[in-house]
């Protein structure tokens, strides 16, 4: 059975990512842990007094989010889908990457999915930064599902990668598990500066990936161009790729699709969902 931690901030935007999350696994056996973080102010180590306070603050908020939590389990109740999924809720009043981490290794979360504000939003909206810090700094696959996105099964599916890193088999294990199971096509996509040859230790990187990819549907595309991001969305757009899948370690790679100008301030130029992969 599949556990996938799915944080809250009951926006509308977070509302979108669980619901493309139910739909993406509705043929699968899953617990869904349904998320809500209290971020506990800066000024919580402050003196006796203000802890007393603080006491009673966190217990009033815990009770309204346990309350929300409630209401949320009603809005999903009335999803039409099948019996395979079960729903855990948590409230917490902690510090949000902390509790992440925690969560993941107590509950052996296989996935994360979260929801990101448009490139239209706010840049530094709670559940964007959150969602930025989240990938950079929780070993665990997550899935970022940008506020507009529409479900769609992913038919296609668009894996970026510069050969430079080796590949570690739980990473693509992953990405395998995600092709099979939506019976996806992968398409591998290099983006290289024009008259630049792969090297060595690239091309060796490229055939271990050939080969290790052999069971599933895969291609291989060489894109030339300067900028990177406009590249990766100029492939996705004409192809109609419906999910785009990375590997964090690549993370200077990786940050100049997801992030401008930094990695707290995400902010995404495509509806297309985004498959973070960790080692």
């Given at each position: ?20 999350g139910l739909k993406l696994y ?26 007393g306070s603080s006491k009673m ?223």
């Open positions: 059975m599949k556990q996938i931690l799915v944080p809250t901030d009951f926006s509308e935007n977070a509302w979108n990512a669980i619901k493309y509705e043929n699968i056996d899953c617990t869904f842990y349904l998320l809500h973080i209290n971020p506990i102010p800066t000024y919580s180590g402050a003196g006796s007094s203000v802890k603050i966190r217990e009033t908020v815990l009770e309204e989010s346990r309350a929300s939590l409630d209401q949320l389990l009603l809005r999903i109740a009335n999803i039409p889908a099948g019996t395979k999924h079960s729903f855990v809720t948590i409230a917490l009043y902690d510090f949000f990457v902390d509790s992440i981490k925690r969560e993941v290794e107590v509950k052996n979360i296989d996935l994360i999915i979260m929801g990101t504000k448009g490139s239209s939003g706010l840049r530094k909206a709670t559940m964007g930064s959150n969602t930025g810090d989240v990938i950079t700094k929780v070993k665990c696959p997550l899935l970022a599902v940008p506020e507009n996105t529409v479900f769609k099964r992913p038919e296609e599916i668009a894996f970026p990668t510069d050969y430079h890193l080796g590949y570690d088999l739980k990473v693509l294990n992953t990405l395998i598990e995600m092709v099979n199971m939506n019976n996806s096509v992968l398409r591998v996509v290099h983006i290289s500066k024009r008259g630049e040859e792969l090297s060595q230790e690239q091309l060796k990187n490229k055939e271990f990936l050939n080969d290790y990819l052999k069971d599933i549907e895969h291609s291989f595309h060489s894109l030339t161009g300067t900028d990177l991001e406009a590249a990766v969305q100029c492939f996705t757009e004409s192809r109609d790729t419906d999910m785009i899948a990375m590997v964090a370690k690549n993370l200077n790679f990786f940050q100049r699709i997801l992030f401008r100008p930094k990695v707290e301030q995400i902010s995404y130029h495509t509806d297309i969902p985004f498959l973070v992969l960790h080692e």
